[in-house]
């Protein structure tokens, strides 16, 4: 489980990019966050800067939030470990079926998820897994006519 102070987030993201990139043992984790960094390599340069931590990434600025598009995709990927909610790593598989490309897959399901943690944030309410679900296998069947 990652750090839920959005600081000590970025450090750990930092702090496991730089371990992979020494060579040194990674913890579970630490492994999927620098796969997902590595994947990445637009945002090498931002995550390893001191600031980083600090820094705000304003929409309006037209900034893109690296840690917020890096974190994405990391949950995803333990939601389809976890499989949670009960079926996403069946869509999950279905949907990367038919795009043939993991990371296509995972932005259109980062879609998704985002929508779902835009509603939770607005209702004040916990994110509606079903809803997550449903879009992602809307998303399935729309693939093939992309």
Same mark, same amino acid.
């Given at each position: 489980m990652l750090?839920?102070? /959005?600081? /000590?987030m970025r450090a750990f993201y930092r702090q496991s990019w730089q371990a992979f990139q020494a060579g040194e043992p990674l913890e579970p984790l630490q492994a999927l966050v620098s796969d997902v960094v590595g994947e990445h390599p637009e945002y090498h340069k931002q995550v390893l800067v001191d600031?980083? +931590?600090?820094?705000e990434f304003s929409v309006a600025a037209g900034a893109t939030n690296p840690f917020l598009h890096l974190g994405m995709h990391?949950?995803?990927r333990e939601q389809v470990g976890a499989d949670r909610p &009960?079926? +996403?790593a069946l869509q999950y598989r279905k949907l990367l079926a038919r +795009?043939?490309?993991?990371h296509e &897959?995972?932005?259109q399901m980062m879609e998704c998820l985002g929508q779902v943690m835009w509603a939770a944030q607005r209702s004040g309410?916990?994110?509606d897994e079903r809803a997550f679900l449903d879009c992602v296998k /809307?998303? /399935?069947k729309s693939a093939g006519k992309r």
């Open positions: 750090p839920s102070d /959005r600081g /000590r600031d980083a +931590i600090v820094q990391v949950a995803l &009960a079926g +996403i +795009i043939g490309d993991r &897959a995972e932005h309410q916990a994110p /809307r998303l /399935r």
